[in-house]
């Protein structure tokens, strides 16, 4: 039972008492009975705590198809099954750690030109959705498809700008072994 459950029960008791007080007080002098002893009053109700609300229990949730915990995937051939742990077995070399490929003017274009052709066609996309927007009425999306486009056209200009650069280093670059 909560407290305000609680408070207000013992609220409505007092609330009782003070009743039976003061219809007492009111019949003895009515009766004419001696007020100078106090009125004997039977003992207060017996206040007793109720359950309000049922006992909370777990929601009960339908039961789902039961899906396996592990995918097993069948071994291809040339794989080889991995060997049972061991205590005691001495630890296994790590492969060698290959090294990084160097970023050469050629390796930067590619990447550049990639992402610009990239940016490139989601400037036709929003091109579009501005088109349509505008057909709409749309002019809030309108106005948030423009402010993209801008941004989008500005890094675009940059990128082709950086790959201009690049295509000049690329050129100068002795030719990969």
Sequence with gaps: MRRRERVMLLGGAGLVVAGVLAVALLTSQETGAPTDRPPELPSPPRVV???????????????APRTPEATVVPPAPGDVPPEPEVEGAP?????PIVEELPQTARWKLEKTEHVASLLGRDVTRLE???QEARARGDTVRVEQVEALLQRHR????ELREEARSLTEAARNEPPEP
Excluded: H
């Design 91 to 95: 630890p296994q070399p790590n492969d």
């Design 49 to 63: 705590a109720t359950e309000v609300a049922p006992p909370r229990t777990a929601p009960v949730r339908p039961a």
């Design 154 to 157: 500005v890094r675009l200009e």
């Design 128 to 130: 579009g959705e501005k």
